[in-house]
C-alpha cells in the first residue's frame, strides 16, 4: 500500500489544486508538506512490490516494484521535486495568482512521474507515462499568454503522444508474444529466450524511448519546451521527465533485440554530438541548457546501449550510466535554477546582453562557476568521475573502428560541453556589458542550487560509501542479477587511453573557447548548409500535404454531380453479371402460352415508360412516366395473385402522382396543355384494372397455414384483418406510427404558410 | 413461450416499447390539448423514457427471455442492454434538447417526435425478422428526418430532403437483397433463412444478396464509401437532432448490421462478408480522420469523427469472423457505452456554448476557460476520451478493440487494422485537440453571447458524461465483469 | 427457377436498374424521389414473383409487398412536405440546385 500511496497522494493533491485554483491556499505550505511526507515516508514505511487486482478479465493488475532502479528514480524525483517545490516559491512571487496552478501541476506531475518509475504492470506503465505528457503539456504551456509557448506545448505533446502509441503498440506486441503483462516477467522470458524478439518490438520500444529522451530525430521539443517557467524545466526537462525514455530503456533492456542496441548506441553517439554542437550555437541561456540536456541523454542511451551489447552482463557500462544520470540531474538542475536566479534579475537570458553580470551578483557567480566545473568536468568533481570512467569503459572496450568512432565522439561531445560551459561563465564574468540587475536575491531561490551542489560534495567525501547505497542496487536491478564487485572509484588510473582523451577534452575546450568567434562563423556556415536540406524537406512535405488534401476533396465529391453515371454502370453490370450466373439464360424462351398476350403488353409498357423516365429532359415529362410506370407495375399485380395489392399500389401511386402535381403548380410556368393529358390516362388505366380485377379468377395462392389458424388462434373470420392485427401486429402497429409521424411532418411543415403569413403581416 | 398471435402478456415482454407507444400518444395530446408549455413536453418525454429504462433495466435483472410472434421479436439480455445504452443516449439528447432556443417550426414535437425514432431504434435490437427489421428501420429514418426537417432554417429542410433520398436508395437496396433471400427461402424469419439458405445452390444470387444487404447497411452508419450524406445532415440538423442521428440511429445501425451478420450472414458466406466489411472499415478509418482534419464546422467534424468510432465499433464483428464470442460481445458493449458517453458529452459541449443562428464552429469554444472554467474541464475530460488518452472510457475502449483485432485476427489482417487504429488516433489528436487549443490560448476579446450558465439539463448532460468517462476509465474492469456475466448466458445458448 | 419468374425477376432488375439511374443523374429532389419510388416497385414486383413462382404457399410476401407499398407512401409524403416547404421557402430554382450544404463545404 505504501506505494499506491506514494503514486496516488502527489497526484490527488495536485489535481484538487489545479481544480481549486481560484481559491486562495497556502500552495506552497502544502506542497512542501506533500514533498516532504514523500520524501520521509519510505523511511518509516519501508517499500515493498505489491500487486492489486485492477481488470482480472485481462490479467490486468496493480501491480509495483521496488528495487534498486526504481528506488533511484524516485530519490531522484522526490528530492529535486522537494527543491524545485521550494525554489517555485521564490520564482513565482511576483504572481501569486497563478502559483496554485503551478504547484498542481507539479505535485501531480510527481506522482505521475513515481508511477512510471514503480509501475510493473505494462498498463499501469501507460497510462502513468501518458499523464506525464500531458501534465507536462500544461506545464511548458503554463504562460499561455505567449506564443511560444502554445507553440513548443505543442509540439512537445504531438511528439511525445506519438511516443505513447509506440509505446502502447510495444506493450501489445509483447504481450502477444509473452501472454503476460507484468514487465518483470517480460525481462525474464525474453531473457530465457521463451519469448522471440520481433523488429515491431524493437522500432514501437524504441520510438517510444527516443521521442521521451528526445533523441534523434524527436529532439527538438526539447529546445521548444523551454518557454516553460524556469522550476519545471530545472525539474522536467533536467531530471525527471526526459529520464523517463532512459528509464524505460534500462527497464526493459530485455526486450531489445541486438541489433537494435546497435542502432541505440549509433543514434545515442550522434544526439550526443549533435546535441553539444547546437548547445554551442546558442546563445539564449536555457536554450543552451536544453540542448546540453538533449547531449547528455544521447550519452546515457549510449552507455545503456553498450551495457546491453556487453557480453559480461553490462555492469561497468550500468554503473557509469546510473551514476552519471544523478550526476547530470542534480548538476543541470542547479544550473536551470541559477539561470532563473539570473534571468529575473537581469530580465534577460540573451548571453550577449549579460557579459560581465556576475560582476554585479558576485555570490551567484561562485555558485554558477563551481556547478558549472563540475558540469564540464573538471578534475575533482562528480563530473570529472563521470566523464573519465565513461572513457575508461571505451578503452576496455574491444578495439576495432566501431570503437574508435564512439571514442572519438565521446570526446567530441566532451568539448562541446567544455566549450559551451567555461565561454558562457567567462562571458558571464567579463568586463563591460551594461547589464543593470534588480532587485536581491531570495533565500527560496539561492538555497535550492546549493542543495543541488551538495551531491557533489557528498559524492566527493564517501564516493565508496554513496555508491553501494544507490548505484549498486540499480546497477543489480537493470543486469537483473547481483554480483559482488561494487564499482571502485579513484581519480587517478594511471596513464592509460582514458588520460589522454581527457586531456584531448581541455585542451581543444580551451582552444574552443578562446576562438569562439570563429567557432561560431565556421557553424554558421554549417547551418547555412543545413537549411537548404531543410527546403527540401520542407517542399516534400507541401507536396504530400496538397496531395492528401486532393484525394480527400474527391473523396468527398464522388457520388454528386452527372459523374456518378459510371457509379450507375459498374453497379449495373455487377448486378447483371451475378444474375446471369444464376440465371440459366439459355433456357429463357418466352413463349405466348405462358404469359398472356395483355401481360405482354404490359410488360412493354413497363419497359417504354421506364426508358422514357431515363431520357426524359422535361420535369413534367419525367413525372408523368413515373406514373405510368407505378400504374403499369399495379396492373402487373393482378397476374401475380395479388389484386388487393394491386388495388392498394394503385391508390397510393395515385396519390402521390396528384401530390406532386400538386407541388409543381409552383413552377413558374406549368405547361397546362400537357397537364391535361394526365387525369384522362389515369382514367382509363383505372377502369381497365378494375374490370381486369373483377374478373373471376380460380383462387391460386392459398395460405392454408393463415386460413386454418385465423379463426382458433385470433377468432377473426377476416383472413386479411387477422394477418394484419394478429400474425403481423407489431408491424402494422409500427407502420401505424410511422404514418403518423409523417402526417405529423406534413402538418408541421405546412405550418410554414402560416409563419410566413404572419411575418407579413 | 412463443404464441402466434399478439397477446396482452406479450406487451409485457415488449414494455420498453409499448411504455414508449403510450408516452408519445398522451405526449401528443397533451401537447394537442393543453396548450402546455415545451419544457413540460420535453420534461414529460424524458419521464417516458426513464419509464422505459426502468422497464428494460427490469428485463435485464430477471434475465427475460422470450419471443413474440413466432420469434419475430426476441427479448433477450443483449438486446435490454443495447436497449438501455440506446435509451440513455436517447436521454442526453433530451437533456441536450431542453432549453435550446427554439429554431424550429415545431412545438412540442421537437420532443415527442424522439420517441418513435427511438422506438423504431429499439425494435431494430430486437427484431428477428425482416419484415419488422424494415419497418422499424423507416420508423427511425422517417422520424429522423422529420425531427431534421423541422428546422426553420432552409438547410434543415435541405438536409432532410437529401436524407429522405439517401435513406429510400439505401431502404431499396435492403429490400432488393432482402427479396433474393426470401425468394431462396420463402421466409423472412432470420433464424429459419439462415436453416433454408443453400449456398450450394443460389451461390452468386446469395452472395449479391448479403453484399446489397451489407452496403445499405453501411450507409445507414455512413461507412466510407457511403459518407458524404452524413457530413452535410449532420450539419443541417439542429444540435440535439445532429447529436441523435450520431449516436442513437448510428449505433441502431451498427446493432443491427451485428444482428444481421450473426444470424443470417456469417453462416453462410461469412469469408466475403467479413472481407467487404474489412474493406469498408479500412477505408473509413483512413479517410473519416483525414476528412476531419479539413473541417472547422463543429457538426460536419462529429459527423465525421463519427465515421470513425463507427468503424472501430465493428471491428470485433470483423476480427471475430465467424460467429463472435463472449469477449467481442463485450468490447462491443463497452466501447457503444464510451461512445454514449462522450459523444452525448460532445454535443452537450457544443449545445451549451452555440450562438442562436449560427452553425456551431471551432471558435465558439475560445477563451472557455476563462468564461466557464468548470464547464471547460468537463470538455477536456470529454475530449479525452474522444482522443482515446487514458485514463477515459475512450481509451480503454480503444484499447480492447486495438488487443482484439492483434490476438483474433491472425495475420497481416490484424495487423493492418492493428496500425490503422493507430493511426487514426494519432490523426484524431490534431482535430481534437483544436477544440482544446480554442478553450485555453486563444486571447480573450468580445465572446459570443452563450447560455452556459443557465442550461441545468444540458449541463448535467455534460457532466454526467465527462464523470461517466473518467469513471469508465478508472474501473473498465467492472463494467467489463458485469457485461461479460450478464451476456454469457445470451451468447452461448 | 421456372421461366416465368426469371422473367419476372428480369423485369424487376430493369426496372431497378432505371430508377437507380434516376436517382443518380436527376438533379431535382421530386423526381429523385418519384425514382426511389420505382425502385421499391421493382422490389414489390421481385418478391410477389417469387411468392407466386417459389411455390411458398403462404401470404408472406404478399404482406410484405403491404408494408413495403405503406411506408413508402408516407415516405413519399413526408418528401413531399419537406420539399413544399422548400419551395416557400426559397423559391423553385434554388430548390433545384439544393447546394447551400455543398457550397458551406467547399467555403472551408
Not at chain 1, 31 to 60: E, F, H, K, N, R
Not at chain 1, 471 to 488: E, K, L, W
Not at chain 2, 332 to 342: P, T
Amino acid at each position: 500500500m505504501p506505494v499506491v500511496f506514494l503514486c496516488a497522494a502527489p497526484l490527488v493533491v495536485g489535481l484538487a489544486m489545479i481544480a481549486c485554483a481560484r481559491y486562495r491556499m497556502p500552495a506552497m505550505a502544502i506542497a512542501m508538506t506533500v514533498m516532504g511526507a514523500l520524501v520521509c515516508m519510505p523511511l518509516i514505511v519501508p517499500l515493498s512490490s505489491a500487486s492489486y487486482a485492477w481488470v482480472p478479465a485481462l490479467g490486468w493488475t496493480l501491480s509495483f516494484v521496488v528495487d534498486g532502479l526504481s528506488s533511484l528514480f524516485a530519490m531522484l524525483i522526490c528530492g529535486i521535486g522537494a527543491v524545485v517545490v521550494l525554489y517555485t516559491h521564490g520564482y513565482m512571487r511576483e504572481c501569486p495568482k497563478k502559483m496554485t496552478t503551478l504547484y498542481g501541476f507539479i505535485l501531480a506531475f510527481v506522482g505521475a512521474m513515481l508511477g512510471v518509475v514503480f509501475a510493473d504492470d505494462a498498463i499501469v506503465l501507460f497510462v502513468c507515462w501518458e499523464l506525464t505528457s500531458v501534465l507536462s503539456f500544461g506545464l511548458v504551456a503554463f504562460w499561455n499568454g505567449r506564443a511560444d509557448a502554445r507553440a513548443g506545448a505543442w509540439r512537445a505533446i504531438v511528439v511525445t503522444a506519438l511516443g505513447g502509441i509506440a509505446l502502447l503498440v510495444a506493450i501489445g506486441v509483447a504481450w502477444m508474444e509473452t501472454g503476460v503483462w507484468r514487465i518483470s516477467e517480460w525481462n525474464a522470458a525474453f531473457a530465457s529466450g521463451s519469448a522471440h524478439h520481433s523488429w515491431l518490438l524493437d522500432v514501437a520500444l524504441f520510438l517510444a524511448v527516443a521521442t521521451k529522451s528526445a533523441q534523434l530525430p524527436f529532439s527538438r521539443w526539447l529546445p521548444g519546451a523551454m518557454a516553460a517557467p524556469t522550476p519545471v524545466s530545472a525539474y522536467l526537462h533536467a531530471a525527471t521527465l526526459v529520464k523517463a525514455g532512459v528509464y524505460v530503456l534500462a527497464r526493459m533492456g530485455e526486450l531489445f533485440g541486438g541489433p537494435m542496441m546497435i542502432g541505440i548506441v549509433g543514434i545515442g553517439v550522434c544526439t550526443a554530438v549533435w546535441g553539444a554542437y547546437g548547445a554551442v550555437r546558442q546563445t539564449d541561456a536555457k536554450r543552451m541548457l536544453a540542448h546540453s540536456t538533449v547531449s547528455q541523454l544521447g550519452v546515457l542511451c549510449m552507455l545503456l546501449g553498450i551495457g546491453g551489447l556487453a557480453q559480461d552482463g553490462g555492469i561497468a557500462a550500468y554503473a557509469v550510466a546510473m551514476y552519471h544520470l544523478v550526476h547530470h540531474a542534480c548538476a543541470k538542475g542547479a544550473l536551470f535554477m541559477l539561470v532563473g536566479i539570473v534571468d529575473h534579475a537581469a530580465q534577460t537570458r540573451d548571453v550577449r546582453q549579460l557579459t560581465g553580470v556576475f560582476r554585479r551578483m558576485p555570490a551567484v557567480g561562485v555558485v554558477a562557476t563551481v556547478v558549472m566545473a563540475m558540469f564540464v568536468g573538471l578534475p575533482f568533481t562528480s563530473g570529472f568521475a563521470s566523464k573519465e570512467s565513461l572513457f575508461l569503459l571505451i578503452e576496455a572496450m574491444r578495439t576495432s573502428g566501431a570503437t574508435i568512432f564512439l571514442g572519438l565522439c565521446a570526446v567530441l561531445a566532451s568539448v562541446g560541453t567544455f566549450v559551451y560551459g567555461v565561454a558562457w561563465i567567462v562571458r558571464l564574468w567579463g568586463v563591460g556589458g551594461s547589464c543593470a540587475v534588480h532587485g536581491d536575491v531570495r533565500a527560496a531561490m539561492w538555497i535550492p542550487p546549493l542543495v543541488l551542489i551538495a551531491w557533489g560534495v557528498v559524492w566527493g567525501v564517501v564516493p565508496q560509501t554513496v555508491t553501494s547505497l544507490v548505484i549498486d542496487p540499480a546497477v543489480h536491478a537493470i543486469a537483473s542479477r547481483t554480483f559482488d564487485t561494487s564499482m571502485q572509484w579513484s581519480w587517478w588510473h594511471g596513464v592509460t587511453w582514458a588520460l589522454w582523451m581527457t586531456i584531448a577534452v581541455f585542451v581543444l575546450g580551451t582552444i574552443g573557447v578562446v576562438g569562439m568567434a570563429r567557432l561560431r562563423a565556421g557553424l554558421a556556415l554549417g547551418v547555412r548548409g543545413l537549411r537548404r536540406l531543410r527546403a527540401v524537406g520542407v517542399g516534400c512535405r507541401r507536396t504530400v500535404r496538397m496531395s492528401a488534401a486532393r484525394i480527400a476533396y474527391v473523396w468527398a465529391h464522388v457520388p454528386a454531380g452527372r459523374g456518378a453515371g459510371i457509379l450507375w454502370l459498374v453497379w449495373v453490370v455487377c448486378v447483371g453479371a451475378a444474375l446471369v450466373l444464376t440465371v440459366d439464360v439459355t433456357q429463357m424462351h418466352m413463349r405466348i402460352g405462358d404469359v398472356s398476350v395483355v401481360a405482354m403488353i404490359v410488360v412493354a409498357g413497363i419497359v417504354c415508360a421506364a426508358v422514357a423516365m431515363a431520357v426524359a429532359r422535361q420535369r413534367l415529362a419525367i413525372v408523368c412516366s413515373l406514373g405510368a410506370v407505378g400504374l403499369f407495375v399495379s396492373l402487373l399485380y393482378v397476374w401475380l395473385d395479388a389484386p388487393d395489392l394491386a388495388l392498394t399500389q394503385l391508390a397510393v401511386e395515385t396519390i402521390s402522382i396528384a401530390f406532386v402535381l400538386f407541388v409543381l403548380r409552383h413552377y413558374k410556368h406549368p405547361p397546362r396543355a400537357r397537364m391535361s393529358a394526365l387525369p384522362v390516362l389515369v382514367g382509363v388505366v383505372v377502369t381497365v384494372l378494375s374490370a381486369i380485377a373483377l374478373i373471376p379468377r380460380p383462387k391460386t395462392a392459398i395460405d392454408r397455414f393463415t386460413a386454418a389458424q385465423s379463426v382458433p388462434a385470433a377468432e377473426g373470420a377476416n383472413v386479411v384483418n387477422v394477418i394484419l392485427v394478429d400474425f403481423r401486429g407489431l408491424d402494422t402497429m409500427l407502420e401505424i406510427v410511422v404514418i403518423a409521424v409523417a402526417a405529423c411532418s406534413v402538418v408541421a411543415m405546412l405550418r410554414v404558410r402560416a409563419e410566413r403569413k404572419r411575418e407579413h403581416e | 413461450m412463443t404464441t402466434i398471435t399478439l397477446r396482452l402478456s406479450d406487451l409485457v415482454i415488449m414494455a420498453p416499447e409499448c411504455i414508449l407507444l403510450l408516452g408519445v400518444v398522451v405526449l401528443t395530446l397533451a401537447d394537442l390539448w393543453m396548450k402546455s408549455s415545451r419544457t413540460s413536453i420535453g420534461i414529460g418525454a424524458l419521464v417516458v423514457l426513464c419509464g422505459a429504462l426502468a422497464a428494460a433495466v427490469v428485463q435485464l435483472v430477471q434475465e427475460t427471455d422470450a419471443t413474440v410472434l413466432f420469434g419475430a421479436y426476441e427479448a433477450d439480455a443483449f438486446s435490454s442492454l443495447c436497449k438501455i445504452v440506446l435509451l440513455l443516449a436517447a436521454c442526453g439528447v433530451l437533456g441536450i434538447a431542453i432549453g435550446t432556443p427554439n429554431e424550429t417550426h415545431a412545438v412540442g414535437e421537437m420532443y415527442t417526435l424522439y420517441i418513435p425514432a427511438l422506438m423504431g431504434a429499439m425494435l431494430l435490437v430486437s427484431s428477428r425478422e425482416w419484415m419488422t427489421t424494415y419497418v422499424a428501420l423507416e420508423l427511425l429514418t422517417i422520424s429522423t428526418i422529420v425531427l431534421i426537417g423541422m428546422r426553420r432554417a432552409a438547410i434543415g429542410k435541405e438536409a432532410a430532403m437529401k436524407l429522405i433520398v439517401l435513406g429510400g436508395v439505401s431502404s431499396a437496396f435492403l429490400l432488393y437483397g432482402i427479396s433474393f433471400l426470401y425468394g431462396c427461402t420463402g421466409t423472412t424469419y432470420y433464424e429459419v433463412m439462415a436453416s433454408r439458405l443453400d449456398m450450394g445452390q443460389d451461390a452468386s444470387l446469395i452472395t449479391i444478396a448479403f453484399v446489397m444487404i451489407v452496403a445499405s447497411i453501411a450507409v445507414k452508419i455512413a461507412l466510407v464509401p457511403f459518407h458524404a450524406w452524413a457530413l452535410d445532415v449532420g450539419a443541417g440538423a439542429v444540435v440535439p437532432v445532429a447529436a441523435f442521428l450520431s449516436v442513437v440511429s448510428k449505433l441502431a445501425a451498427i446493432i443491427l448490421l451485428w444482428r444481421v451478420c450473426v444470424d443470417v450472414l456469417f453462416p453462410h458466406a461469412a469469408d466475403v462478408v467479413v472481407d467487404v466489411l474489412f474493406v469498408l472499415v479500412c477505408v473509413s478509418l483512413v479517410v473519416a480522420h483525414v476528412l476531419a482534419l479539413r473541417q472547422v464546422t463543429l457538426l460536419r467534424l462529429f459527423a465525421v469523427s463519427g465515421i470513425a468510432h463507427a468503424a472501430l465499433l465493428l471491428v470485433p464483428l470483423i476480427a471475430s469472423g465467424t460467429r463472435p464470442d463472449v469477449d467481442a460481445w463485450t468490447i462491443w458493449l463497452y466501447y457503444a457505452v464510451a461512445y454514449v458517453l462522450m459523444n452525448v458529452g460532445a454535443f452537450a459541449a457544443i449545445s451549451l456554448t452555440h450562438t442562436t443562428g449560427t452553425q456551431p464552429h471551432v471558435h465558439q469554444f475560445a477563451g472557455l476557460v476563462y468564461r466557464a472554467p468548470w464547464t471547460a474541464v468537463a470538455i477536456v475530460c470529454i475530449v479525452l476520451s474522444l482522443a482515446g488518452l487514458p485514463v477515459s472510457a475512450g481509451f480503454f475502449g480503444k484499447l480492447f478493440i486495438l488487443l482484439d483485432a492483434l490476438s483474433q485476427r491472425e495475420g497481416t489482417a490484424g495487423i493492418v487494422l492493428a496500425a490503422l487504429i493507430v493511426v487514426g488516433t494519432v490523426i484524431s489528436f490534431a482535430y481534437y485537440f483544436r477544440i482544446v487549443r480554442q478553450m485555453f490560448w486563444r486571447p480573450e476579446g468580445p465572446v459570443p453571447p452563450s447560455s452556459v450558465r443557465t442550461r441545468w439539463f444540458a449541463q448535467t448532460v455534460l457532466w454526467g458524461s465527462a464523470l461517466g468517462s473518467v469513471a469508465l476509465g478508472c474501473a473498465p474492469g467492472w463494467l467489463m465483469e458485469l457485461l461479460a456475466q450478464l451476456i454469457a448466458h445470451t451468447v452461448v445458448s | 427457377m421456372t421461366q416465368t419468374m426469371t422473367a419476372y425477376v428480369l423485369l424487376a432488375a430493369l426496372l431497378f436498374v432505371l430508377g437507380l439511374y434516376g436517382v443518380l443523374t436527376r438533379r431535382e429532389p421530386i423526381v429523385v424521389l418519384l425514382c426511389v419510388e420505382v425502385m421499391l416497385q421493382a422490389v414489390a414486383l421481385n418478391v410477389l414473383a417469387f411468392a407466386k413462382y417459389g411455390g411458398f404457399e403462404d401470404v408472406t410476401g404478399h404482406v410484405f409487398v403491404l408494408f413495403i407499398l405503406a411506408v413508402s407512401a408516407a415516405e413519399v409524403a413526408v418528401g413531399v412536405a419537406v420539399f413544399l416547404a422548400l419551395v416557400r421557402q426559397r423559391g423553385v430554382d434554388d430548390v433545384v440546385k439544393l447546394d447551400t450544404l455543398h457550397a458551406e463545404r467547399q467555403e472551408e
